[in-house]
T-cell receptor, first 112, second 116 residues
Framework: GEDVEQSLFLSVREGDSSVINCTYTDSSSTYLYWYKQEPGAGLQLLTYIFSNMDMKQDQRLTVLLNKKDKHLSLRIADTQTGDSAIYFCAESDSSNTGKLIFGQGTTLQVKP | GAVVSQHPSRVICKSGTSVKIECRSLDFQATTMFWYRQFPKKSLMLMATSNEGSKATYEQGVEKDKFLINHASLTLSTLTVTSAHPEDSSFYIC????????????FGDGTRLSIL
């Protein structure tokens, strides 16, 4: 079945770059997404990439997609303490119902 | 744009009470809304898919008589937890999208439900 995997924890120093990785199984996914969840809040859509793209950059965020390896990454440049949160990778479900398949979430800890 | 409002943000009530949670898309029409449950330090668990004007589709293991979902308009879906018990205590999150418009899911801020 469809599955999305992420590492559970990443710790970086303020000002460094953070790279959060994700692997997925469904090669027919049209879109892949990155969401951010701060404590006690819902999910905030950070960015998403269409499956025929290799890279998308939006200010401090860079998404890289390797379709051959089914690997997605999110790079946050100049990481700030406000970036501390849980980051979820998600792929669109192949059923065309709008469903998403989420990874387990990566907790990003930014140390001052 | 693409704002989803979820109310209430927090509910504390006694066992046996029914609790209704509202999810509204404020600036777009949502053909489909999703209801999730999230346990501490865990990922999202999809409970059901709610399509405007039709019955919700529940995921395996989710009791439809326990978690009543209504999606009466393109901007509002409600989840009612009936006869809630302490094991129903959790963080419930809704999301909304317009299927067919290549629109991502946009999430509400969640509802923390605590049953005493």
């Amino acid at each position: 079945g469809e599955d999305v995997e992420q590492s559970l924890f990443l710790s970086v120093r303020e000002g460094d770059s953070s790279v959060i990785n994700c692997t997925y199984t469904d090669s027919s996914s049209t879109y892949l997404y990155w969401y951010k969840q701060e404590p006690g809040a819902g999910l905030q859509l950070l960015t998403y990439i269409f499956s025929n793209m290799d890279m998308k950059q939006d200010q401090r965020l860079t998404v890289l997609l390797n379709k051959k390896d089914k690997h997605l990454s999110l790079r946050i440049a100049d990481t700030q303490t406000g970036d501390s949160a849980i980051y979820f990778c998600a792929e669109s479900d192949s059923s065309n119902t709008g469903k998403l398949i989420f990874g387990q979430g990566t907790t990003l800890q930014v140390k001052p | 744009g693409a704002v989803v409002s979820q109310h209430p943000s927090r509910v504390i009530c006694k066992s046996g009470t029914s609790v209704k949670i509202e999810c509204r898309s404020l600036d777009f029409q949502a053909t489909t809304m999703f209801w999730y449950r999230q346990f501490p330090k865990k990922s999202l668990m999809l409970m059901a898919t709610s399509n405007e004007g039709s019955k919700a589709t529940y995921e395996q293991g989710v009791e439809k008589d326990k978690f009543l979902i209504n999606h009466a308009s393109l901007t509002l879906s409600t989840l009612t937890v009936t006869s809630a018990h302490p094991e129903d205590s959790s963080f419930y999150i809704c999301s909304a999208t317009f299927v067919g418009a290549n629109q991502p899911q946009h999430f509400g801020d969640g509802t923390r439900l605590s049953i005493l």
